[in-house]
Structure formats: structure tokens, C-alpha cells
């Protein structure tokens, strides 16, 4: 696997980069050999923070973490990673009767519960073009977490979003 890091406002030291490697090297029996994991480390206020993302074969396992230091977050995200990648082969395993089982996990001490949760509740709206500006206003206005639009400026549907850090996300939806 390809490890690639990205700093901002942090400077990762090399024994940090060796153990990081070493760590996702266990998770190689997983992918094929051109998946890449991208580890962004930064530093926000007196807390340090992870990204961990790893892509093959168009599939995404992401995991984000925040703490005292980068050598306890890389310990936490890695069984988010395996989570997520345990229930992606148990869901494609559920396809193929005859798959192999894996014989162990990595950072998991026990399966995880692999049941999703059910939908309780079915929204249809229709999409009338508003501006970022206009939706900006409609998430405040609401009360709401994020508001899906259709952005009257280029015609695309949008979800703007609330942030963490009291600030907005834009999500541009391509067809």
C-alpha cells in the first residue's frame, strides 16, 4: 500500500511516519497493491488531528480524529478503518456463498455489529433554485444540520451543511 502524508501546520516526525506505516501495512492482506492511504496530520488549537483515507478499487474508507497527540489518534482511526472496510467484505460476502472468511482482525477486538440501521422516515420535497446565499438563511432559519438545494446560480443540487467549526460546507453534486 502507498502511504502519501499531508501536513498542515504540523510537522510529522519520521518515527511517527515509520509507525504509521508500519500499522497500515497490517491492513495490506485487505487490498490489492495500488491502494493508496492518505494520512493528513495537523495541529488546531492545543489538540492534534488525523485523517486517515484509503482508496482501492473505488471504494473509500475514511476516519477522522482529534486528540493530545497524533500517536494516540493513528491507534484510534485504525479500527474505524477496519470497521468499515470488515462490513464492505461481509456485505459482498453476503452476494457469494463460497468467500473466505478472514481469520483475524488487525485492530478490531471482536466482530462489529454489521446490522444498518433501519430508515424511519421518507421525505420527498421538490427543488426549486435558491441561491447559496438564500440557503444559507434556510439552514439558520430551520435549525438544521445541512439543506439540500438546487443552486439557482449553475443549476447543479447542492447540500450546504454546518460545520464543526461554526463555519458552512458546500457540497457540489455532479450528474
Same mark, same amino acid.
Given at each position: 500500500?502507498?502511504?502519501?502524508?499531508?501536513?498542515?501546520?504540523?510537522?510529522?516526525?519520521?518515527?511517527?511516519?515509520?509507525?504509521?506505516?508500519?500499522?497500515?501495512?497490517?491492513?495490506?492482506?485487505?487490498?490489492?497493491? *495500488?491502494?493508496?492511504?492518505?494520512?493528513?496530520?495537523?495541529?488546531?488549537?492545543?489538540?492534534?488531528?488525523?485523517?486517515?483515507?484509503?482508496?482501492?478499487?473505488?471504494?473509500?474508507?475514511?476516519?477522522?480524529?482529534?486528540?493530545?497527540?497524533?500517536?494516540?489518534?493513528?491507534?484510534?482511526?485504525?479500527?474505524?478503518?477496519?470497521?468499515?472496510?470488515?462490513?464492505?467484505?461481509?456485505?459482498?460476502?453476503?452476494?457469494?456463498?463460497?468467500?473466505?472468511?478472514?481469520?483475524?482482525?488487525?485492530?478490531?477486538?471482536?466482530?462489529? *455489529?454489521?446490522?444498518?440501521?433501519?430508515?424511519?422516515?421518507?421525505?420527498?420535497?421538490?427543488?426549486?433554485?435558491?441561491?447559496?446565499?438564500?440557503?444559507?438563511?434556510?439552514?439558520?432559519?430551520?435549525?438544521?444540520?445541512?439543506?439540500?438545494?438546487?443552486?439557482?446560480?449553475?443549476?447543479?443540487?447542492?447540500?450546504?451543511?454546518?460545520?464543526?467549526?461554526?463555519?458552512?460546507?458546500?457540497?457540489?453534486?455532479?450528474?
Amino acid at each position: 500500500m502507498k502511504v502519501v502524508f499531508v501536513e498542515k501546520k504540523y510537522k510529522a516526525a519520521q518515527r511517527f511516519r515509520s509507525i504509521v506505516e508500519d500499522k497500515l501495512a497490517r491492513l495490506d492482506k485487505y487490498f490489492p497493491d *495500488d491502494a493508496t492511504a492518505t494520512v493528513c496530520v495537523s495541529k488546531q488549537d492545543n489538540r492534534e488531528k488525523l485523517e486517515l483515507t484509503i482508496s482501492a478499487k473505488g471504494l473509500l474508507y475514511r476516519a477522522e480524529v482529534s486528540g493530545n497527540n497524533n500517536y494516540e489518534n493513528i491507534d484510534l482511526a485504525l479500527p474505524k478503518i477496519e470497521k468499515q472496510i470488515v462490513r464492505t467484505k461481509e456485505k459482498a460476502r453476503a452476494g457469494r456463498r463460497s468467500a473466505p472468511k478472514n481469520v483475524g482482525y488487525e485492530f478490531l477486538e471482536e466482530k462489529p *455489529d454489521l446490522k444498518l440501521a433501519e430508515i424511519s422516515k421518507r421525505k420527498v420535497f421538490d427543488l426549486d433554485p435558491i441561491t447559496v446565499e438564500e440557503a444559507k438563511d434556510a439552514i439558520e432559519r430551520l435549525d438544521h444540520t445541512f439543506y439540500i438545494f438546487l443552486n439557482a446560480e449553475d443549476g447543479k443540487v447542492n447540500v450546504l451543511y454546518k460545520r464543526n467549526d461554526k463555519k458552512y460546507g458546500l457540497i457540489e453534486v455532479n450528474f
